[in-house]
C-alpha cells in the first residue's frame, strides 16, 4: 500500500511566521504535489514536482515556495505566513506518467490556522 | 484551461441509487478522474476514464462521453458510509499527469 504522511495534522501560527510543511511517500513516486483545500473551491495545486530538484508552479503559487532535496521527500514553505493562508493543505504523489501511475495518492492533510 | 463543473450538494436515501454528474470543458482532454474524500480525510480513488463508455466497480460505476465533455458516478446501493464528497477531477494536455479537481459534490446519504 502507498502510504504518504504529512508532518502535522493541526497546525497554529502566527502572521509574518515562515512555515515548513513536510510530505514524506515510501512508494518510489517521481511525482509530488502540494495542493490547497477550502469550502467552495475545492483542490487547488500549489506546486509539483516531478523530480528531484525540480518544482514547477501550480496555479496558486503566489506566498510559497517548495523543495525537493530528496524523492520521497516535498516541503511546502510559507515564507511569511498571512491569514488568507489559513487552509487544509494536501500533498498527492504519483508514479510517472506512462507507468500506469495516473492516480494520485493523498496525504491526510495538515489544518493550518494563522492568527 | 479547464471549467469543471459538479452540482454542490445531493442526498439520497440509503439503499437508493444516485448519479453525480460532472461537465468540463477542456483544451485537450486526456482522462477524468473521481475521488472520494470522507469528512476530514484524505481523498482516495475511486475510478478513472479515458475512454467512452461505462467502468463498473462493484457499487460503483462511472461513465464518460469525451464529445459531450461529461461523466458521471453511478453509486447502486447506497450505504450510510457513502456519505462523503465526491470530486471530479480532469487532466489535459498541460503536464499530462497533473488533474485539475472541480469543487466537489457533498453526498448526504440518509435513512
Not at chain 1, 51 to 76: A, N, T
Not at chain 2, 28 to 48: D, I, K, R, V
Amino acid at each position: 500500500d502507498v502510504k504518504v504522511t504529512q508532518s502535522s495534522r493541526y497546525l497554529v501560527k502566527r502572521t509574518g511566521e515562515k512555515v515548513f510543511l513536510e510530505c514524506v511517500q515510501d512508494m518510489d513516486h517521481e511525482n509530488m504535489f502540494w495542493y490547497r483545500q477550502d469550502p467552495g473551491l475545492g483542490l487547488r495545486l500549489i506546486y509539483f514536482s516531478y523530480d528531484v530538484k525540480m518544482k514547477e508552479k501550480g496555479d496558486i503559487p503566489e506566498g510559497y515556495s517548495v523543495s525537493r532535496e530528496k524523492k520521497e521527500r516535498f516541503s511546502l514553505i510559507l515564507e511569511s505566513a498571512s491569514t488568507n493562508q489559513t487552509s487544509m493543505y494536501l500533498c498527492a504523489s504519483s508514479l510517472e506518467q506512462g507507468a500506469g501511475g495516473e492516480t494520485q495518492y493523498f496525504g491526510p492533510g495538515t489544518r493550518l490556522l494563522v492568527l | 484551461g479547464q471549467n469543471i463543473d459538479q452540482p454542490t450538494e445531493m442526498t439520497a436515501t440509503e439503499g437508493a441509487i444516485v448519479q453525480i454528474n460532472c461537465t468540463y470543458q477542456t483544451s485537450g482532454f486526456n482522462g477524468l478522474f473521481w475521488y472520494q474524500q470522507h469528512a476530514g480525510e484524505a481523498p482516495t480513488f475511486l475510478s478513472y476514464n479515458v475512454l467512452d463508455g461505462l467502468e463498473e466497480k462493484g457499487r460503483f460505476s462511472s461513465f464518460l462521453s469525451r464529445s459531450k465533455g461529461y461523466s458521471y458516478l453511478l453509486l447502486k446501493e447506497l450505504q450510510m458510509k457513502d456519505s462523503a464528497s465526491y470530486l471530479c477531477a480532469v487532466r489535459d494536455l498541460r503536464g499530462s499527469y497533473i488533474p485539475t479537481f472541480g469543487r466537489g459534490t457533498s453526498l448526504i446519504v440518509h435513512p
